[in-house]
Structures are given as structure tokens and as C-alpha cells.
């Protein structure tokens, strides 16, 4: 039986009466959490995180306790900077009755951190279709449908998508929500361009080398100018935001 985030067990279905439908969720969820979005919560429902019930029509009706287990998930991840899988294991370890330690309340990343560096996150698929890009990135149809009218992701001859589309939608997701639209990113994506075309101009003479040991270091100069280009990107704009705001 699932557990009450206070950690005493569930006291069964709630009644019609009070379960709640993922509009009402949204907003009592805003007073604490004013950045959640109706595809966060369908994500975290995806990732396996809340188990609403679903009337005969498909809607999404939640309990007092789904409301709570969502208040706890996105604490953990706004306080302790966890990520979804050692979320998801404290959930469980609270449903077999045991106590977990919560991990000490983490930093805000840098700007730096991490770029081109996935740590312990799961490798992404080769390819996934258009559902799966939709579910990884807890996105909706309509942005996906946007954002590929502007060029920003684009899917592969066979129609699937490759193994960054779910990284950069879920980016894109991110940005919209401070107001910025997919026209905005049109320079971004231009600028990515740019510097990959500078990557391919230094490695390109490699690849064409009858050397397979060539041919092989071409590859690894690519993944070193890529992060490289990276960091000097984010280290500019983190410089240009900090003369700007002091």
C-alpha cells in the first residue's frame, strides 16, 4: 500500500468526492511550486512517479495522497537537486515502511556544469518515435508540432527522432516557461550551426584520410572542439549576464 509522504499508510481509495481533477492539481500545487505545468505533472505520472486513476473517458481524477506524493517530488528535486530515479527510491523505500536519509540539500549548478558531461543519467536511445520523444520530454504535440516548424528539432528520413531530440525538447519545454517562444530560438539554433560548422571544418580533412587511426582521431577532435565550444559558450554568456547585472 502506498504511504502518505507524513509516512503513515494510505487509508484506501478516496472517495469521488474528493478526488481532484489535474487542472484543481495545478493549482494548488502553483502556491508552493509556481513553475508547474500540466506536462510536468503528465511527465512525472509517465515516469511512473504518480499513479492517478483514470475515469471511463481517460481523464485524470487525483487523490489527496497523489497531491502530497507530487508536493514530495517536487521538493526533493527544487531543494536536494535529485534526480528522478533516487526520487523514485525514497518513494519506494517509504512504501516498504522504511525511513530513508534524504541526501543534504544540494548547489544550484553553474552554468558550466555538466555541459556535454551526463554523469549517472541513463544513456539516451539511438532513435524513438514521436510518442516516445512526447512522453521522454513531457511535452505536448503542439509545441513538438512548433518548434518543428521553426527548424529547432527535426526529425530523421524515417520519420523517428534521434538521441538528443528528447534532451532538446525537454530544454525547449524549460525556456518556454519564462516566456520566451520558439521565434526567439531561431538564434540559438543559427549559432549551433555555425559552430558545428567550425567543428566540421577542422575535422573534415581527418575523416577523408585513408589512416583508420585518422579517421579515429577525427571523431575524438570532434566530441574535444564540441565541448570546447560548449564551454566557451556558456562561459561568454555567463560573463555577458554577470557585467549586465552588476
Not at 146 to 151: D, P, Q, R
Amino acid at each position: 500500500m502506498r504511504q502518505t509522504p507524513s509516512g503513515g499508510a494510505g487509508s484506501g481509495a478516496a472517495p469521488d468526492s474528493r478526488l481532484l481533477s489535474i487542472g484543481r492539481v495545478l493549482g494548488l500545487l502553483r502556491d508552493e511550486f509556481p513553475e508547474i505545468t500540466i506536462s510536468k505533472i503528465r511527465f512525472l505520472e509517465a515516469e511512473g512517479l504518480v499513479e492517478p486513476r483514470r475515469t471511463p473517458s481517460g481523464y485524470r481524477k487525483f487523490s489527496p495522497d497523489d497531491v502530497e506524493r507530487l508536493a514530495r517530488v517536487l521538493r526533493m528535486q527544487r531543494d536536494h537537486y535529485l534526480p528522478l530515479k533516487v526520487i523514485r527510491e525514497q518513494l519506494d523505500a517509504l512504501e516498504r515502511g522504511e525511513r530513508p536519509d534524504v541526501p543534504a540539500p544540494g548547489r544550484a549548478r553553474d552554468l558550466l556544469d555538466g555541459v556535454l558531461d551526463p554523469g549517472d543519467a541513463d544513456p539516451a536511445p539511438a532513435r524513438t518515435d514521436r510518442a516516445g520523444l512526447l512522453a521522454g520530454a513531457g511535452v505536448e504535440e503542439r509545441d513538438l508540432a512548433e518548434w518543428e516548424s521553426y527548424g529547432l528539432i527535426s526529425p530523421l528520413e524515417d520519420g523517428s527522432y534521434g538521441p538528443d531530440a528528447v534532451t532538446i525538447a525537454g530544454i525547449l519545454g524549460e525556456i518556454g516557461r519564462f516566456g520566451l517562444e520558439p521565434r526567439h530560438l531561431r538564434v540559438m539554433k543559427a549559432a549551433a550551426d555555425r559552430e558545428a560548422g567550425l567543428v566540421e571544418q577542422v575535422v573534415s580533412p581527418l575523416r577523408r584520410h585513408r589512416n583508420p587511426q585518422t579517421r579515429a582521431h577525427a571523431e575524438s577532435t570532434a566530441r574535444e572542439l564540441a565541448t570546447l565550444s560548449l564551454r566557451l559558450h556558456a562561459a561568454l554568456v555567463q560573463s555577458s549576464l554577470g557585467v549586465r547585472l552588476r
